[in-house]
């Protein structure tokens, strides 16, 4: 174990349950249903009624009008809360909220906090509407005139990893067919048709070197935790809370053209931070959830976050280390580019996967003893950052 700082959220707060709606193509459901039904289920989980919540975080969600979702989420629950705030920074959003739902318990600011998102990106907006969300995130006056989508900024870091290091296509491929087996295993993931390394080479090219099958998923669907302190879940009675053993963030640039490095990212500094918080090292943790919006971004990942050396990422893939028997099973439901993608909740499947991988809940694809776990949450082509590791008691 590595050494453990004084001042540290360490253990201090516990997920007690998880929520989540039906994910892929969901017709006729808002945001906030999907939202809602997520945390129904979340609380049903956890054994408590929804009028013990005194806290809310949400993601933004782009098919919804709502620019305040958690007080409008909070209205169509029918909750009060005392606390509440809605996050957005991009695909980060989801271990900020996390990290932040720990800090406000700890600080004294809410006892039970809901964690949740709800987004209907595939059947609440047009194609169109959906690409302008995106476009519209970036800089209005040199970047979005000019037509440059979130794909185009995650490719410039791919074709730089790709000369510096020799990274492959068919690499990159591999990220894709590992994670359409673990999709092929969870029930109710958007797409688990087996695929082939020549599939995703074969798929039409969106932006080089990415081609359709190496792109993240169009979903709905929406996701919920309830999080509250160690002393409160041993209260309830909670059989196995997991809990929060650190976190870590880091901002590194708005524009892409400002990125420090094309090829390391704030994922370095924030997963660091984590795992001194946590006192734990890359090589102990037993399972992982990668944000996966491209599959070059999971190869960028898998190095930033220490689990393999810089320019090796390509290789670890594709000698097996991230999946099951490898060095770091990762996104065991298949990821953002087989179980589904709806935005900013995306990554929270990462989290619902990842603690259910810890309390042993996830059945043939469970990952034998699972202890300790990892969520990477990333957006705005590599600007935000955010690292949570969460543990059974066990690792406490």
Known sequence: ?????????RGKVAVIGIGMSPVGKVPGKSPLWLAADAAKKALADAGIGKSEIDGVLSSHAFASPFHRFSVAFSEYLGIQPTFSNTLQVSGATAATMFNIGAAAI????????LVVGGDSLLTGLTPDLALRSMTESRDQQYEMP????????????????????????EQLAEVAVVQRRHAMRTPGAQQTSPITVDDVLNSGMVTTPYHKL?????????????????????????????????????????????????????????????????????????VAGVYDCFTGTVIMMLEDLGFCPKGEGGRFVADGHMTYG???????????????????????????????????????????????????SLGAGFATNATTILGTENTL
Do not use: W
């Not at 174990?1 to 959220?9: A, F, G, H, V």
């Open 1 to 9: 174990m590595l050494s453990i700082r004084k001042q540290t959220l």
């Open 106 to 113: 700890h600080g004294g600011l809410a006892e039970v906090v």
């Open 146 to 169: 000019f037509g440059i989508p979130v794909a185009n900024t995650f490719a410039m870091t791919a074709h730089r990893h790709m000369k510096d290091f020799g990274t492959t296509p």
């Open 214 to 286: 190496d792109c993240s998923l169009i979903s709905d669907g929406g996701a919920a935790f309830v999080l509250t302190s160690a002393e409160h879940a041993s209260e309830l009675g909670i059989e196995k809370p997991i809990y929060i053993l650190g976190g870590g963030e880091c901002y590194t640039h708005e524009h892409i053209f400002l990125m420090p490095s094309l090829t390391e990212t704030g994922a370095v500094a924030s997963s660091r931070k984590a795992y001194e918080m946590a006192g734990y090292g890359p090589r102990d943790m037993d």
């Open 326 to 376: 490898g060095q770091i099973p990762s996104n065991t439901h298949g990821g953002l580019l087989s179980f589904a993608h709806s935005g900013m909740p995306g990554s929270l499947f990462h989290f619902h996967e990842v603690i259910a991988q810890l309390r042993g809940q996830c059945g043939e694809r469970q990952v034998p003893g699972a202890e300790l776990g990892l969520v990477h």
